[in-house]
């Protein structure tokens, strides 16, 4: 079903290059850019056609913690054979930026005004400010995770990427502004984009996911031990699939979201017929 295309091993900066395929149908790109006003530094960037995957919110065994949750803390034996990618989730809730929800279960309660990822029952994925630009009026939704404001709200980047960094976009490690950083958009034909780097600053993360055509974004993670994303390999007759790491430079996440994790995080699945 999932077939993993050369470009996912590529190096180098390119152009959206077809990276997994689903059923024969191109359903994940991925391109590497040059980091806005940042010499030697790249992103990575991964773009989802959501009429072939959908996006999952798993909860992490700590961050909400308990059971009985609809994606648990690591991909699931039934999740294995389906899984295109996965990557962090947002802030942890400590931090107090947004809340968690899944199936009207309460993780931790969800802030108005906060810069939100909505998963509708239909399997599509949405970023909006909560109770403005989502949920959309009349579509049950599924699960809901929040993060800070908006990285980008109609396809404007906000001047305090530059001028807020560590009060408005997260503490950086050792308050230095460019650091592991990724996020999650939408395109204007509804298209998730989600990028990421090992060195960015806010502004370099936000002009990456404008300059793809997202017109609504939403900073997920930073710092170094918290940034990582993964495509998933199909070898014929394994039980397991083989994770490709997508961040040059990236520190990685123990078990590669295949092993219980304590944290929450997002996997990208095929889906169905």
């Keep these: 079903m999932i077939e993993i295309l050369s470009a996912s091993r590529r190096p180098g900066l390119f152009g959206w290059a077809p990276a997994i395929a689903v059923r024969g149908q191109t ?3 991925i391109s590497r850019v040059k980091a806005y006003g940042e010499a030697g530094f790249t992103i990575t960037l991964l773009r989802f056609d959501q009429h072939l995957v959908t996006l999952a919110l798993h909860a992490g065994g700590a961050e909400p913690g308990g059971s009985g949750w609809r994606y648990a803390d690591a991909i699931g034996l039934g999740e294995r054979r389906i899984v295109a990618a ?3 989730s947002a802030f942890r809730k400590s931090y107090g930026a ?3 929800e899944e199936d009207g279960r309460v993780g931790w309660p969800l802030r108005r005004g906060a810069a939100s990822v909505v998963i509708y029952r239909d399997g599509t994925a949405d970023i909006g400010t909560w109770q403005h630009e989502v949920p959309a009026p009349g579509r049950p939704v599924v ?3 929040q993060n800070l404001g908006m990285l980008i709200d109609s396809g404007r980047v906000p001047s305090s990427v530059d001028t807020c960094v560590k009060v408005c976009w997260g503490d950086p490690l050792h308050e230095q502004p460019i650091v592991a ?3 999650l958009g939408v395109t204007a034909d509804g298209e998730l984009v989600w990028a990421a780097g090992h060195n960015l600053s806010v502004r370099a ?6 300059g793809k055509g997202v017109i609504r974004a939403m900073e997920l993670d930073i710092n170094p ?5 993964y495509v998933y390999a ?3 007759h394994a039980l397991v699939p083989a994770p490709i790491p997508l961040v040059p430079g990236q520190t990685g996440i123990p078990g590669q979201f295949l092993q219980p994790y304590f944290r929450d995080f997002f996997t990208v699945i095929a889906r169905k017929r």
């Design 234 to 236: 199909h070898p014929p």
């Design 98 to 100: 947004g809340g968690f």
């Design 205 to 210: 993360l936000a002009e990456a996911l404008a």
């Design 181 to 183: 950083r990724s996020g």
């Design 143 to 145: 699960a809901v995770r």
């Design 27 to 29: 359903a994940v790109w």
């Design 86 to 88: 996965a990557f962090n």
């Design 225 to 229: 031990r918290w940034v990582a994303g």
